[in-house]
């Protein structure tokens, strides 16, 4: 038994190995057809086909629609963390700092609405019912990159107050996952072009807004905010 001890690891490894490069694979069909098609086109059937395998495959690897969706959104967030810490590191003042990464997220997002659309998906989803759908392992690994892009902006937002550039009372953690999830309603809102106002009392209209607009509002909006949240306490 001793003998055949480093055969059987070393099929198992090899197993182990296939099951990962599979589930890479099957994420990366996701990640393709979500940027050509849309997350809300996209059923686990093409995925399968996509990978050439059938759907029953798709679940020996995932726990249901949910954590594909939130893996494949892992792989948005990653790509996101780079553009957010290569326009934090271009800018040595506070508030430059944070307009190009608040402004990077909204470039990214404009430029990747499956990203939205993913993301959305999920946050609308009680934290309970994403525990009881997503595997501890791939939560784990969701969390880890929504705050990897967290962590860069809560980095500004706390630097800023430090040097004196910004007057914030909030913690800067919960301000960085209020800007985050208020940034992702406003990429809704750049893709949809759409504004309602009121062209008398009660009676609707539309206008149009483009993207650069939304895009200057936020990084606009972000700025008067670490000003304006200690004067309004």
Do not use: W
């Amino acid at each position: 038994m001793a003998t055949r001890a480093p055969h059987t690891d070393g099929r198992r490894k090899a197993a182990a190995a296939r099951r990962r490069a599979r589930k890479e694979q099957i994420i990366a069909a996701t990640r393709e057809l979500f940027d050509s098609k849309g997350v809300r086109d996209v059923q686990i059937e093409e995925i399968a086909s996509a990978v050439g395998i059938n759907r029953a495959i798709v679940y020996r690897h995932f726990t249901g629609k949910e954590e594909l969706f939130a893996l494949t959104l892992v792989g948005y967030l990653d790509e996101l963390h780079e553009a957010m810490q290569t326009a934090a590191g271009a800018h040595d003042e506070a508030p430059a700092r944070l307009a190009a990464v608040v402004g990077s997220f909204i470039d990214y997002g404009v430029a990747h609405p499956a990203f939205v659309d993913c993301a959305q998906s999920l946050m609308v989803r009680p934290g309970d019912e994403l525990f009881d759908d997503i595997s501890e392992g791939a939560l784990f690994r969701l969390g880890r990159g929504i705050t990897s892009c967290m962590t860069i902006l809560s980095e500004v937002l706390a630097e800023g107050r430090a040097s004196g550039a910004f007057t914030i009372s909030t913690d800067p953690v919960v301000l960085a996952n209020t800007m985050y999830a208020s940034g992702l309603g406003a990429l809704h809102l750049a893709r949809l072009g759409i504004l309602v106002s009121e062209a008398a009392p009660g009676i609707p209209t539309v206008s149009q807004i483009s993207a650069e607009q939304v895009r200057d509002y936020v990084v606009s909006s972000a700025l008067a905010l670490v000003t304006r949240d200690a004067q309004a306490s």
